[in-house]
């Protein structure tokens, strides 16, 4: 089997998730900023695979497979992290649960739908959710160590992330049904037309 350099990026974010669970239980500033430096450079990894993939052609099997796979596992496994810590508490959690909800259903629409040969593309606003997404994640990561670099009047970093966090779900709930109408709607076009 052929290892494209996008396949790699993405089996290296598969490799740093458990790096990353085991750094975030190390006390200290150190626990913070590991996690927080490792998350940061799996979520870069997701942005620079697919691109590179679209630039030299070398999209694939292996790379649709294991892509949104590896997005889920690191973003599920932050989640979980900051929730059995507390730093994601009480009605936040519920953001919390949003995002893990729409993760788990848009899997399972994908593969219904590639069943079907059927693709749904990404839009520009399920982008962006990711971008926030995935930015609010690493500012909760920071713990203390980040709310003393990030303190402004009563909005320090965990603050920042935790409003983040909330417009991520919100954007989710949105793109989630998009998806989801979108879906349904082309497999009963589908199913009509057989």
Same mark, same amino acid.
């Given at each position: 089997m052929k290892f494209k350099i996008p396949n790699i990026l993405t089996i290296g974010r598969l490799i740093i998730v458990p790096i990353f669970v085991v750094s975030f239980f190390v006390p200290g500033i150190v626990g913070d900023l590991v996690p927080f430096f490792l998350f940061v450079i799996a979520s870069f990894t997701d942005y620079l695979d697919g691109f590179l993939a679209? !630039?030299?052609k070398e999209e694939s099997r292996l790379g649709e497979l294991l892509d949104p796979i590896a997005d889920k596992i690191l973003v599920s496994s932050a989640l979980i992290l900051l929730v059995m810590n507390g730093i994601i508490? *009480?009605?936040e959690v519920i953001a919390a649960i949003i995002i893990l909800t729409r993760e788990i259903l848009i899997s399972g629409l994908r593969e219904f739908m590639a069943k079907k040969e059927i693709?749904?593309?990404?839009s520009n606003l399920a982008k962006f959710k990711t971008f926030i997404q995935m930015f609010s994640i690493a500012l909760l !990561?920071? =713990?203390e160590? =980040? *709310?003393k670099i990030i303190n402004f009047q009563d909005y320090n970093a965990q603050t920042i992330g935790i409003i983040l966090l909330w417009l991520?779900?919100?954007l989710t709930l949105y793109t989630g049904y998009d998806y989801l109408a979108k879906g349904i709607d082309t497999a009963i076009s589908d199913d009509e037309k057989s």
């Open positions: 679209r !630039l030299y508490k *009480n009605y693709k749904l593309p990404v !990561l920071t =713990g160590t =980040g *709310n991520s779900a919100i």
